[in-house]
């Protein structure tokens, strides 16, 4: 099956995709990316994804090739051309071809490609019902993890990591505190209050995160922002992960230890319902 995929403003079969062997994403990870999930077709917290886009560029003095009603019609069209019910809309923007050179290049045009990622049942994932395992690693990433940079090696080695040693994932740990999971927001919950790491340059400002935030709070759950370590999730009543493709999901071992009997708890699956619900309600 050939996808169409959108390179540097047009629709072509995947296989007729080219960029530049100078582009300065392949040479320097000189980009950023967002990824957009699609339930019943429609785009779930795309200004979200905009608007942080927007941020990542701009931290990165990067032109953007394109605005935002314009990305928002590429993302539809995309889907729409695909035949895209559930799965994802990956987007990635560099600074573009010229010459090799640490230097920031004068007037390169930026290369903007997107794609989809047919993903059948995303929103109900044999994972999200049995929960996930993760195991700890120290985070050696570098310092501006708020910045989306397609910088994803040691992200990848984490998962390798989780995965040779029977996990689904990995949190990572810096001066003993959890930052993050290698693409997900962690979280942990005693009693009724849910506790996530406060935002900073250390972390990813999730867009899921924001939207789970604002949702637990209207559904009168406390959440606490602060820094926690791996006994204090060890010790927790549950824990959860939060990211644009998995939207809330269960963790329910952390480095041997289990959660909750092993079993998802009550607030991650309460969560995850209210966030699916209503984000399929806003879905443009
Ligand atoms: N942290 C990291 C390191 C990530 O890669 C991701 C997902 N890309 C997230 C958090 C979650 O962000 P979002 O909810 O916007 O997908």
Redesign the pocket.
């Known amino acids: 099956m050939s996808r169409i995929v959108y390179v540097n403003g047009e629709f072509v079969p995947e296989d007729e995709a080219k960029v530049s062997v100078f582009d300065r994403g392949f040479l320097f990870a000189d980009g950023v990316y967002e ?1 957009t999930s699609v339930l019943g077709g429609k785009l779930i917290d795309f200004p ?2 905009a608007a ?1 886009l927007r941020r990542s560029l701009a931290e990165l003095e990067m032109d953007s090739p394109i605005e935002d009603d314009d990305l928002l019609a590429v993302h539809r069209e995309l889907v729409a051309r695909n035949g895209i019910e559930d799965g994802l809309v990956y987007l990635q923007i560099t600074r573009g071809a010229a010459d090799r050179d640490f230097a920031f290049p004068e007037g390169a045009t930026p290369t903007i490609v997107l794609f989809t990622q047919a993903k059948p049942g995303l929103a109900d994932s044999a994972a999200s019902r049995a929960g996930i395992k993760v195991i700890s690693i120290p985070d050696i990433r570098w310092g501006r ?1 708020d910045i ?1 940079t397609v910088q994803l090696l040691y ?1 990848s080695m984490g998962k390798m990591a989780a995965k040779k040693a029977g996990a689904d994932d990995a949190w990572m740990v810096e001066d003993g505190k959890v930052t ?6 962690a979280y942990i919950v005693k009693g009724r209050k849910i506790i996530t790491r406060h935002l900073g340059t250390e ?2 400002h ?4 924001a939207a789970v935030r604002r949702l637990a709070r209207e559904a009168q759950m406390e959440v606490e922002e602060r820094s926690f370590t791996i006994d204090e999730a060890k010790e927790a009543d549950e824990a959860f992960v ?4 998995s939207f809330v999901m269960p963790v329910v071992e952390i480095d041997g230890a289990e959660l909750g009997g092993g079993t998802p708890g009550p607030v991650a699956q309460r969560l995850r319902e209210i966030y699916l619900e209503e984000s399929r309600k806003a879905a443009i």
């Open positions: 990824v979200g994804h942080r993890r989306k992200p993050e999971g290698t693409s997900n927001n972390i990813l999730g867009i899921t995160r939060t990211s644009a493709s």
